[in-house]
Structure formats: C-alpha cells, structure tokens
C-alpha cells in the first residue's frame, strides 16, 4: 500500500490582505510529485489555507490521471488547527465562505475515491509549503 504526503498553506498579509498558497506532495519515499504556488489577491488567512487545500485536490487528480504514480491513500498536512478541525468536523463553521470551501473539498475528495487523513502540523514541520506561499504573494509585490 503506498500513501503520498500532501503539504499545505495559505498566508495571507493582513486579514484579510494580499494573499498565496503553497502546495508540495510528497511520495512515501519523500520524493516531490508536484509543488505549487499561486497569488490569490484578497484573501482572509482561512480562506487562503482553504483554497490552498482545494487546489491540492486538483494536483492529486493531474498525478492520478497521468499514470505517473498509483497510490491508496493520501495524508494531508497543514499547521491550521482551525481548517483541520473544521475537516474533520471537530469544530463548527461558522463563516458561509468557510462552509463552502469545506463542502467542496469533501465533494473532490469523494470523487477522488482515495482514502485520506487530514493532520494538524506546527508550523516548523510546514516550512516548505509556507515558503511557496509566500514567495507567491512575493512575486505580486
């Protein structure tokens, strides 16, 4: 059985303000599968963790649809407690936009029809995905 490693996250200056994401994914052997950074504009933190996570799912589908790498399960990683919870259902949502983004990742991960977690990391063991999202809104600076 063999699990890819999915690394998310979204920063934001100010909140809301100019806002990017960063996205690596990693095969069980730590290889990179495919990385990614992108300039959101305006955006709250939580929506940018959240649409840092929506756009993982569509990486996911390019590495399954290219045949590159057949895999079971995926693990998710992001050092927002918040958007985990509310993944997880632990925590309410409270915001619309929130529940929106939440229901579509559960609506990709079902068509997906990949086995999955979802874990909350500390910040240090994110750095990587933190970097690309801030080199994205870098690059729009």
């Known amino acids: 059985m063999s699990i890819i490693k ?6 934001s200056r100010g909140n809301p303000g100019k806002a990017g994401i960063g996205i690596i994914i990693y095969d069980e052997n ?4 495919a990385s990614f950074k992108e ?3 305006e955006a709250t933190n939580n929506q940018a963790e959240y649409k840092a996570l929506l756009k993982s799912t569509e990486l996911i589908k ?3 649809e290219s045949g590159d790498k057949d895999f079971d399960e995926i693990e998710f990683f992001a050092d927002s407690e918040l958007m985990v919870k509310q993944v997880t259902f632990d925590y309410q949502i409270k915001e619309p936009q929130l529940a929106l983004l939440n ?3 559960h609506v990709k991960m079902k068509k997906l029809g990949k086995k999955y977690t979802i874990n909350h990391i500390v910040r ?3 750095k990587a995905a933190d ?3 801030n080199q994205a809104i870098d690059g729009k600076l």
């Open 39 to 41: 300039y959101l504009g």
């Open 6 to 11: 999915v690394y998310t996250d979204g920063a």
């Open 131 to 133: 970097r690309l999202a």
């Open 124 to 126: 240090e063991l994110n």
């Open 103 to 105: 229901n579509s990742f």
């Open 30 to 33: 730590n290889f990179i599968l």
């Open 62 to 64: 390019k590495i399954i």
